[in-house]
């Protein structure tokens, strides 16, 4: 089966922690997002890739890290320095050079104790 | 700055009739309009798409109605079931592989 995966589903993080969050696509797809869903607040950019080896920051990078050295895998960390992590974590990847259609994957609901 | 406002934040509808939920945008480079419905605890999920080169498009009980010179676009979802209720999100982007900016959702509840 095609599709988005993202591990863990949910995860439990004490303060002061980095924490890596896991998505895997087997779509080969060429662009990769990190999104996160607050309560009332749609889905905010947290970074995106649209090759190997490359990201842009989005509109909340502050406090997350991600890297791209396959196509198929895109993970986020969220560290010690972003404020307020708890939140829900969505991955999405497209075709770069087709319709902008966005998969996404089941999230990952991250809380920090 | 909010680049796609959506309205309403939370609607009610009773079962068989039309929800409506319409979406603003301000930047005229947009070019591919989704809606994506989303269930509690799941990501999103396409559920219609437009480009402005259309006003209408329509897929089973769902339609887009797109107004390019208002720079508006609405989804409709006729004979509304409980199973519709979910959260409905519009989005707008540029070209592929290119993020989408989203509105903030709608919370529909289709009662009986």
């Known amino acids: 089966d095609g599709g988005i995966t993202q591990s863990p589903k949910y995860l439990f993080r004490k303060e002061g922690q980095n924490v890596t969050l896991s998505c895997e696509q087997n779509?080969?797809?060429?662009?990769m997002y990190w999104y996160r869903q607050d309560p009332g607040q749609g889905l905010r950019l947290i970074y995106y890739?649209?090759?190997?080896?490359?990201?842009q920051k989005g509109d909340i990078a502050e406090g997350y890290s991600v890297s791209r050295e396959k196509k198929e895998s895109f993970p986020l960390t969220v560290t010690s320095a972003q404020k307020n992590p708890t939140a829900f974590y969505l991955c999405?990847?497209?075709?770069?050079?087709?319709?902008?259609?966005?998969?996404f994957g089941p999230g990952t609901r991250l809380t920090v104790l | 700055q909010q680049q796609v406002k959506q309205s309403p934040q939370s609607l009610i509808v009773q079962k068989g009739g039309i929800s409506i939920i319409n979406c603003a945008y301000e930047?005229?480079?947009?070019?591919?309009f989704p809606w994506y419905q989303q269930f509690p605890g799941k990501g999103p999920a396409l559920l219609i798409a437009i480009r402005p080169d259309v006003s209408e498009k329509k897929e089973g009980r769902f339609t887009i109605s797109f107004n390019k010179s208002a720079k508006q676009f609405s989804l409709h979802i006729m004979d509304s079931q409980p199973g519709d209720s979910a959260t409905y999100f519009c989005?707008?982007?540029?070209?592929?592989?290119?993020?989408?900016?989203f509105g903030k959702g709608t919370r529909l509840s289709v009662i009986a």
């Open positions: 989005a707008a982007s540029m070209r592929a592989g290119t993020p989408l900016v």
């Open positions: 779509l080969n797809h060429d662009a």
């Open positions: 930047n005229t480079a947009f070019d591919y």
């Open positions: 890739s649209q090759i190997v080896n490359d990201f």
């Open positions: 999405a990847s497209s075709m770069r050079l087709a319709d902008n259609e966005q998969f």
